[in-house]
C-alpha cells in the first residue's frame, strides 16, 4: 500500500535551518511528481516546492525561492525539503504529496492523489 511519512519538523528560532524528510513505502515516488505544501492555521493550503522523480527541474513557490531546496535520494526512496533563513510566516504544517502531475498543474493540492500525514514547523521571532 503506497504510504508517504513525513518527519522533521519542529520549534526553531527565526533565521535557522532544518531539513523535512518524506518517506515512501511502495512504489508511490516512481515516474511521479513529488511536491511540498504547506497550511498554516486559518488559511489555504500552499504549494512550496516540486519535483518531478525521474528527472526534471525543481519549482518553488515565489515566498520561499533561495531559501528553499527540494531534493530526492532515489535509493531511499525518500524526498526532503531543506529550508534555510526560515521566518515566522514559514511557520505551518507541512505535507508530503506525490501523484502524476504535469509541470502546469504542480501547484494544486487536487492534483496530488497520495499525502502524507504533515509535519508541523514553528518559527519563533
Known amino acids: 500500500q503506497d504510504r508517504l511519512v513525513e518527519s522533521g519538523g519542529r520549534l526553531v528560532q527565526a533565521g535557522e535551518s532544518l531539513r523535512l524528510s518524506c518517506a515512501a513505502s511502495?512504489?508511490?515516488?516512481?515516474?511521479?511528481?513529488v511536491a511540498w505544501f504547506r497550511q498554516a492555521q486559518g488559511k489555504e493550503r500552499e504549494f512550496v516546492a516540486g519535483?518531478?522523480?525521474?528527472?526534471?527541474?525543481?519549482a518553488y513557490a515565489d515566498s520561499v525561492k533561495g531559501r528553499f531546496t527540494i531534493s530526492k535520494d532515489k535509493a531511499k526512496n525518500t524526498a526532503y525539503l531543506q529550508m534555510s533563513s526560515l521566518k515566522p510566516d514559514d511557520s505551518a504544517n507541512y505535507y508530503c504529496?506525490?501523484?502524476?502531475?504535469?509541470?502546469?498543474?504542480?501547484?494544486?493540492?487536487?492534483?496530488?492523489?497520495?499525502w502524507g500525514q504533515g509535519t508541523q514547523v514553528t518559527v519563533s521571532s
Open positions: 504529496a506525490a501523484g502524476n502531475v504535469i509541470q502546469s498543474t504542480m501547484g494544486r493540492p487536487s492534483a496530488y492523489a497520495y
Open positions: 519535483i518531478r522523480w525521474s528527472a526534471g527541474y525543481p
Open positions: 511502495g512504489p508511490t515516488f516512481s515516474g511521479r511528481t
